[in-house]
């Protein structure tokens, strides 16, 4: 159920995040959202009770992920059409060297203490903050004439049956990806498995895309 709470709430960041993404720029957009999620990290560490744990769950789902249309949307700006393939997969590439080191050593201080794992958490999350880059917002284009206006900005994804099937398949890509953050760590802790030993398998995650994905990012490119 908490699990879910979070999902949920980052399930609501994507829409409000691209909205703030547009109407305040890119960088105020990534500074509020590291801002949110160090606060709502730090009161889920110190949770106890079960509703104010389900509560922090939701919140830290939505300011948890609340910066990512901003950042997808800084690569687009800064890349061209053609590069967008090798920027993303880089990116993507570079979000896993940190998530293996990140496992290892949360591994370890999950067995110490679990406060102190939430709190290096969101200071990690205040530094991204910190070194945002420039604004890269563009100027907003007035629509080409001739043609009749977009729809409102949220409805307008919905107008399209190829990103609607994109999406679709993105839902179940999901559903089966996400089990490694629910079902998984009950099944290895019901066969004995520590904290320590859970955090080094993970890792091996970060490890095989770090290795795995310069390659193919020249077959996905073609």
């Known amino acids: 159920l908490f699990a879910s709470l979070w999902g949920a709430g980052a399930l609501l960041a994507g829409p409000v995040g691209g909205v703030l993404a547009d109407r305040i720029g890119r960088r105020r957009a990534m500074l509020l959202a590291f801002s ?10 110190l949770a106890r009770a079960t509703f104010h744990i389900a509560l922090s769950a939701l919140v830290l789902g939505f300011c948890n992920d609340l910066f990512r249309p901003a950042m997808q949307a800084c690569v687009a700006d800064l890349v061209s059409p053609a590069q967008r393939t090798r920027a993303f997969g880089s990116l993507y590439w570079a979000v896993n060297i940190g998530f293996a080191g990140a496992a290892l050593l949360g591994g370890v201080l999950a067995g110490q203490s679990f406060l102190l794992l939430f709190a290096l958490d969101a200071a990690t999350t205040l530094t991204f903050g910190v070194l945002r880059g420039p604004e890269t917002r563009p100027p907003a284009a007035p629509p080409p004439t001739g043609q009749p206006p977009l729809r409102p900005g949220l409805a307008r994804p919905f107008a399209d049956r190829v990103f609607l099937t994109f999406v679709a398949l993105q839902f179940l890509t999901g559903l089966i990806f996400q089990q490694g953050g629910v079902t998984l760590p009950l099944e290895m802790k019901a066969h004995g498995v520590s904290s320590q030993l859970y955090g080094t398998l993970i890792a091996l995650n970060g490890v095989l895309i770090i290795v795995l994905q310069p390659l193919s990012l020249r077959v996905i490119e073609r």
């Open 36 to 45: 949110l999620s160090a606060a709502a990290m730090l009161q889920l560490g």
